[in-house]
């Protein structure tokens, strides 16, 4: 159905983001507690002035993302960062170029978010935002199309009572960040949490094959939440389809009924233009996840706190 509609429509879908990929670099072996004292002064110069070092480059991810919006707007904004480049790649690829970096103990700076699966990973920090450019917490909100209550609605209740917490979430990221499947990974985790998955499905009838779609940007959070409510909707007798696009393309086709619905929706912030341009086309059902957070994230061993305690380009 929708990749029909996505050629009527001449977007491209299909993004070349790996998620196995955001698992590659790291090593359950690297120890978080060492601080680069076996590399002598030469971690402590680095520590003290990694600005230069960083060749003044911010590790992104995919470009058009919130996160990296704010980080260019960080550029803008703060006297420390002039001159700074965001570079973008995609998800896996930033969470590789941090996995290296922190087996050797390099300086790196990299858009980062919660939950992600780095942060039971790798021992890191967010870095403070005086000026408030990443803002205040957010929520992860799950958006439908027009009509679904009506059509399916039994999938409509489901996702209306999908709810859970960081930590649920980033179990599962951390999973498939070492390499289990992500269907796999979800499969486990509804089968683990039965108690929890029966409130989303209670009074809840079984359907017979019936046919939805769900749209996601291939960021880890949004592929472990959306092959966890697959799963569930799949054990309630759906045929489910999950397709990976582009953030604007995700908001779009559900606004258009191209696609069912999504769980993705991360505001106010980081797609908050996106919901301000199709807000009366989708159907709201409230936040699935609160709590998240984005901002620029450096490992612990870096003597920086703040964005404000990093140099300009010269």
Not at 162 to 169: Q, R, V
């Amino acid at each position: 159905m929708f990749g029909l509609n996505l050629k009527r429509l001449g977007l491209a879908a299909g993004l070349s983001f790996t998620l196995v990929a955001a698992g590659c670099g790291s090593d359950e072996g690297s120890d978080s507690e060492n601080t680069g004292g076996d590399n002598g002064g030469e971690d402590t110069e680095q520590a003290a002035n990694p600005s230069e070092e960083l060749d003044y480059t911010i590790t992104g991810i995919e470009p058009g993302a919130g996160v990296v919006k704010s980080a260019e707007n960080a550029t803008e904004t703060y006297d420390s960062l002039a001159g700074w480049e965001v570079e973008t790649s995609s998800s896996g690829a930033m969470a590789t170029a941090l996995g290296e970096a922190y087996d050797n103990e390099e300086p790196i700076i990299v858009t980062g978010w919660t939950p992600h699966w780095k942060f039971a990973k790798y021992d890191l920090k967010y870095l403070e935002d005086p000026e408030g450019v990443f803002g205040e917490e957010e929520e992860i909100k799950t958006m439908v199309r027009q009509g679904l209550e009506e059509d399916m609605p039994e999938a409509y209740q489901i996702l209306d009572n999908f709810h859970w917490e960081t930590a649920d979430m980033e179990s599962v990221m951390l999973e498939v960040s070492d390499g289990t499947p992500a269907e796999e990974a979800a499969a486990t985790w509804v089968e683990e949490n039965s108690d929890k998955v029966a409130e989303w499905t209670d009074g809840v009838g079984e359907v017979d094959g019936q046919e939805i779609e769900l749209v996601y940007v291939e960021w880890d959070s949004e592929v472990a939440s959306t092959n966890v409510i697959a799963e569930v909707l799949r054990n309630q007798g759906f045929d489910v389809t999950i397709t990976p696009i582009d953030n604007a393309v995700m908001w779009q086709s559900v606004a258009n009924g191209d696609a069912d619905g999504m769980v993705a929706a991360w505001l106010p912030a980081t797609h908050g233009d996106l919901y301000e341009e199709y807000k009366d086309q989708v159907v709201d059902l409230g936040a699935n996840l609160e709590g998240a957070k984005i901002g620029l994230v450096v490992p612990e061993y870096m003597d920086v706190d703040s964005i404000e305690d990093l140099e300009p380009a010269e």
